[in-house]
């Protein structure tokens, strides 16, 4: 499939003019504004409602939050495809928990951030489907204790309503390693499958570096295994299944947790609840073994999230960051 557009191509869009100056991924790209002469994100792709998505949802939520990142433009000439113009950041969390394991205030901070932006969207029955690093947007500053002076989520093309055709049929979508247990089994999912994958953020953070506690060994992504492969190590760190999830899994998803189940006999299990405090203090295993539930009617919500104890001031009990 050949790019959308070329390096040096201008789009007219409603309110300004931009130039492309460089293709970041296949329907990416950054692009100056000829008004403003700073740099913005491009997004356009053909034959997929992703980016007329992603403008709605922004369309419906702009102004109402600092924490989303917002639609700034619509490319009007070319016409065709959609082609939306967003703010432009410094970086994504993925990059810089790379470059460098997250403050105890940064991660307070993205956290925070992170779970504001899921309650406007909850609040209006808006599932993101895809809360990952590299879509968690961060402007930079400086200053040792927190470098950062924004964090916004971003990527809105999976973002969907609770009650529609893609959630109630338990349409797989998202990114397997982040996704919910329900999503990849492919049962009716809502508002919650967020709140999974902001604690396997959280997990990711807590660690540091290009670390998902659910990557399988030994399967690649485009293998057809990969997502059975995320679930067995979900259930190897949060087991067991909870009798209760039969009450909204199918009969064909209750066989396969109970193949998951036999596949990983106890002595194999590595509980996270066990796990070091050398390597997550007490405080913040607590907090995700609240969010880390098989049955999404045991999550709670972003709102209950945001006034939990685990935002109060820490003592002794959070281990010291040890860079690696």
């Known amino acids: 499939m050949g790019t959308l557009f070329r390096i040096g191509q201008t789009l007219k869009g409603r309110v300004a003019s931009y130039t492309i100056s460089k293709q970041v991924q296949d329907t990416v790209w950054f692009a100056r504004n000829q008004l403003a002469h700073e740099t913005v994100v491009i997004k356009g792709v053909e034959g997929h409602p992703r980016v007329e998505n992603e ?21 009007e000439e070319p016409s065709t495809p959609t082609t939306i113009v967003l703010k432009h950041l410094d970086s994504d969390l993925l990059t810089e928990t790379i470059k460098k394991r997250l403050t105890r205030k940064e991660l307070k901070h993205v956290c925070r951030n992170i779970l504001e932006a899921l309650e406007l969207l909850h609040e209006h029955n808006l599932v993101h489907t895809d809360i990952k690093l590299d879509n968690i947007f961060v402007n930079l500053q400086e200053d040792e204790n927190d470098r950062f002076s924004a964090v916004q989520l971003g990527d809105f093309g999976g973002c969907y309503p609770a009650d529609s055709k893609w959630a109630t049929s338990g349409t797989r979508v998202g990114t397997p390693m982040w996704s919910a247990p329900e999503l990849l089994l492919e049962m009716p999912w809502n508002t919650s499958v967020d709140i999974w994958s ?127």
């Open 55 to 75: 403008r709605d949802v922004l369309k419906k939520l702009q102004g109402r939050t600092l924490f989303l990142r917002p639609l700034v433009d619509e490319i």
């Open 198 to 324: 902001f604690g396997t953020v959280l997990i990711s953070l807590i660690y540091g570096g290009d670390f998902n506690l659910f990557r399988p060994p030994h399967v690649r992504r485009d293998d057809d295994e990969y997502a059975l492969g995320v679930l067995m190590e979900m259930y190897r760190y949060f087991a067991p299944f909870p009798p209760s999830i039969v009450d909204i899994a199918s009969d064909e998803t209750c066989a396969v947790l109970a193949w998951i189940t036999q596949q990983i006999p106890n002595e194999q299990l590595n509980p996270f609840e066990w796990i070091t405090r050398e390597e997550v203090s007490k405080r913040d295993n607590d907090f995700l073994m609240k969010i880390m539930k098989f049955d999404y009617r045991d999550r709670p919500s972003a709102k209950q999230l945001l006034a939990d104890k685990w935002w109060e001031e820490e003592h002794e009990d959070v281990p010291p960051r040890i860079e690696t």
